[in-house]
């Protein structure tokens, strides 16, 4: 159902005295309708009412069949008059107290009639839990299931044959309608035209209804579970799709939508029904879509993300950022204080509510009465905290005294989306999440299932090293490169004897077992030599080169001050322990090493470890703390599976057992003339035009300095000649070396100009 185009755009809270009063007119015709008129003597015989009588425990309802003289009895129809015992429909009321007087309200409707429990159990059969064969059936104000399914109420009338049911049936939707008789008429006037009271909020969300909402960035579908109503707020409890890391299973997402006065647009709301969208069928394909991505990436994968970064999102100064992540939400759930999985996603939406009940109504409540108290002593007040009461604008849960109003009950709790589903943690070892057990699940999912997933996924992004969840909208497979390993500037043999060796391991499956089973399956490879020399660079670039994700573990200077500050901290003044309070300590530490190999192990990543002199330097009898950490290292490096890089300046202090779990070291010695050449080649011709001649470039390639400062002296060129809108020149180059290293550099000499001594006035010219 659309909202109307004549709506008008006037404001959200504007005054509705005309449009109820025009409701109050359509309720009260409901009321009285033709077909639902009955005699005193035929109402008689087919409805018993009761009323709540004096109390005669703290804990029941004392229901009696005449109406207490102090009450007020509603001037709908003609009095009830006393029936005969075994009537088909019983009617309970309550006393309810309040500024207006006292009144009595609508409690229950008891259904004592097999053949009309059997249609109402078929019309509400959405809601699970409930069964023929018993004899109780009672439905619990405010009957707003009757209004979210009155279609198909009204048609089980209309449909039944058999006589006498037929007539219960017409008396039990004269009584109904009765009391819901605003709710149809805000339904009329209001919803079909596109605005909404808040009193009235919840006629819009039938359980097992799709929803829109935005989260964010993200259009959202969700299945509405639940709703609550109480004086402040609207509560609903919604389901949506996730992934658990073992199987697709429903999720639970609660809002609550503050009162409001006067009338308001549906689309305004948090979430309003997805039949009010401008262009359904659109958003449909385009959560479909993004379902199926979602779908997609369920398992484990090494992907591409890209974010943004600079000013505002949206804005035109705003740039895309690159990055690599791996989606892993089983990984994930294993960290502490994760929340916990769901269940498993299979066919239909199962329904729960507390207004249709089973239960016999005057059920003892555990097991016993509770004496009311004596008046002489203590005046009668309200039921003891904690015992369970249905309150009447609350529609699916009990609620209980002492909650804070307004506040969503704390009985919603995450439940599954299908009947017959076992919790997550009994069938986890039962989950098949092999490549074509992922793609049996995803092949499970129906259209609306995939509609419903989440935007979002859980993973690790390898470059902040921590766990979030990225859009789905934003990850992409990974275009890979092989250029820089390419470019990368060794001397001859070097890359291929690296090669040679990675692709022995990782490709075709060659491992550098030990004697003992379980032991140095992986392959560890030193990369020794001085900075800027391509060590880090050929970790990187074989990851690149063999696909493989790239996993950089690196300890900064201030961690390892902290670790020799730690044995000598007794003799540390107070001063200088605020600064090792803000340290890693060596159990962090630790930690952090044991869980880069994990991931690395499990993902099948490159493992490169930076700097490891810090982790290994070689162990002494003064450094308690450095030789357990050297020793925990060592014993990760001997189980380590896969491919491990480890790379340092100063060889000479790496511990001795180091050795005996390298399986190849690679001495990187320092640049040369030439080498320099083709690595200033490589950075200021990357991407960027450049009019350095080759004899400046042999200028520059005499300059005493490391590869990484090349780098970086080439990138800082590019913004000057970028922000002059020009090709890099010498003039550039030279700039930025005098400004960041402090050189000083000279312009290569002219080339000489030679001349031909044989004629050396060019008479030849003139023959």
């Not at 839990?129 to 979210?148: Q, T």
């Not at 394909?285 to 398992?299: I, N, T």
């Not at 996924?457 to 990974?478: A, E, L, N």
């Amino acid at each position: 159902m659309s909202p109307s185009s004549s709506v008008s755009g006037s404001s959200g809270e504007e005054s509705c005295d005309e449009d109820f009063s025009v409701i109050e007119r359509l309720a009260d015709a409901i009321r009285i309708e033709e077909d639902v008129r009955f005699s005193p003597d035929e109402r008689a015989l087919l409805v018993k009412e009761l009323y709540e009588g004096p109390r005669k425990c703290q804990c029941c309802v004392n229901w009696v069949e005449e109406c207490p003289e102090h009450v007020v009895v509603p001037v709908f129809d003609e009095p009830e008059k006393e029936v005969e015992v075994g009537p088909p429909l019983v009617i309970r009321r309550r006393v309810n107290h309040s500024e207006n007087g006292t009144l009595v309200s609508l409690d229950s409707i008891e259904i004592r009639h097999a053949a009309t429990r059997q249609v109402l159990l078929n019309v509400f059969s959405m809601y699970d839990g409930f069964v023929g064969v018993i004899r109780h059936l009672v439905f619990k104000a405010p009957f707003h299931v009757f209004f979210w399914h009155w279609n198909r109420f009204d048609e089980a009338v209309a449909n039944e044959e058999d006589p006498e049911t037929r007539k219960v049936l017409v008396a039990l939707r004269a009584i109904v309608k009765r009391e819901l008789a605003e709710a149809f008429a805000i339904s009329k006037e209001l919803a079909s035209n596109g605005v909404i009271s808040s009193m009235f909020t919840w006629t819009l969300f039938a359980p097992g209804s799709i929803v829109y909402g935005r989260e964010g960035i993200h259009d959202r579908f969700y299945i509405v579970d639940a709703v609550q109503v109480d004086p402040f707020h609207t509560g609903l409890s919604l389901r949506f799709v996730d992934w658990t890391g073992r199987r697709f299973g429903g999720a639970t997402k609660h809002i609550s939508m503050p009162n409001f006065f006067g009338t308001r647009r549906i689309t305004s709301l948090a979430v309003y029904p997805a039949t009010y969208l401008d262009d359904l069928p659109k958003m449909q394909a385009s959560l479909l879509a993004r379902g199926r991505k979602f779908a997609g990436l369920a398992g484990m994968h090494y992907k591409s993300y890209r974010s943004w970064s600079g000013a505002k999102a949206g804005s035109s100064d705003q740039q895309h950022e690159e990055s690599r992540i791996v989606i892993d939400t089983s990984e994930h759930a294993r960290r502490p204080r994760t929340q916990p999985l769901w269940k498993r996603c299979q066919h239909g939406i199962p329904l729960h509510t507390f207004l249709i009940s089973q239960e016999p109504i005057d059920k003892v409540p555990r097991g016993r009465h509770i004496p009311l108290p004596n008046p002489n002593q203590n005046p009668q007040g309200p039921p003891a905290p904690g015992v369970p009461y249905m309150n009447n604008g609350w529609n699916h849960n009990a609620v209980t005294h002492g909650r804070r109003p307004g506040r969503p009950h704390k009985s919603y709790g995450k439940g599954p989306l299908v009947p017959d589903c076992e919790s997550d943690s009994e069938q986890d070892d039962e989950a098949d999440t092999s490549d074509r057990g992922l793609a049996a699940a995803r092949n499970r999912l129906t259209d609306v299932q995939l509609q419903l997933c989440a935007p979002k996924v859980w993973g690790y992004s390898m470059r902040t090293k921590v766990w979030r969840t990225f859009d789905v909208d934003r990850v992409s497979d990974i275009e890979w490169n092989t250029k820089p390993f390419e470019s990368l500037v060794l001397p001859e043999g070097y890359k291929d004897l690296i090669l040679s060796f990675v692709e022995s391991q990782v490709k075709e499956g060659d491992t550098f077992d030990d004697v003992i089973n379980g032991k140095g399956g992986g392959l560890v490879i030193l990369l020794a030599g001085e900075p800027g020399v391509g060590k880090t660079l050929t970790a990187e670039s074989v990851a690149e080169k063999i696909q493989a994700p790239l996993y950089k573990l690196e300890l900064g200077e201030g961690n390892s001050v902290q670790m020799k500050e730690t044995d000598e901290s007794r003799s540390r003044s107070r001063s200088r322990s605020r600064r090792r309070s803000r340290s890693r300590s060596p159990e962090q530490v630790s930690t952090d090493v044991k869980t880069a190999f994990n991931l690395a192990s499990r993902w099948g990543a490159v493992l490169l470890i930076d700097e490891c002199d810090l982790y290994l330097e070689q162990r002494s009898d003064t450094s308690t703390q450095r030789n357990q950490l050297v020793s925990r290292f060592l014993t990760e490096l001997e189980y380590y599976p896969s491919l491990l890089f480890l790379t340092t300046n100063r060889e000479r202090v790496l511990d001795p057992a180091v050795y005996s779990r390298i399986h190849l070291t690679i001495n990187y010695p320092a640049l040369d003339a030439p080498s320099r050449t083709k690595i200033w080649t490589t950075f200021l011709s990357h991407g960027t035009e450049s009019s350095i001649s080759e004899r400046e470039l042999e200028v520059l390639a005499n300059i005493d300095v490391n590869g990484r400062r090349i780098r970086n002296i080439a990138k800082t060129t590019k913004i000057l000649a970028k922000r002059a809108g020009r090709p890099i020149c010498f003039d550039d180059v030279k700039k930025v070396m005098r400004i960041t290293e402090g050189l000083v550099i000279e312009d290569p000499e002219p080339e000489p100009v030679y001349q031909d001594v044989r004629d050396p006035f060019g008479l030849d010219d003139f023959h």
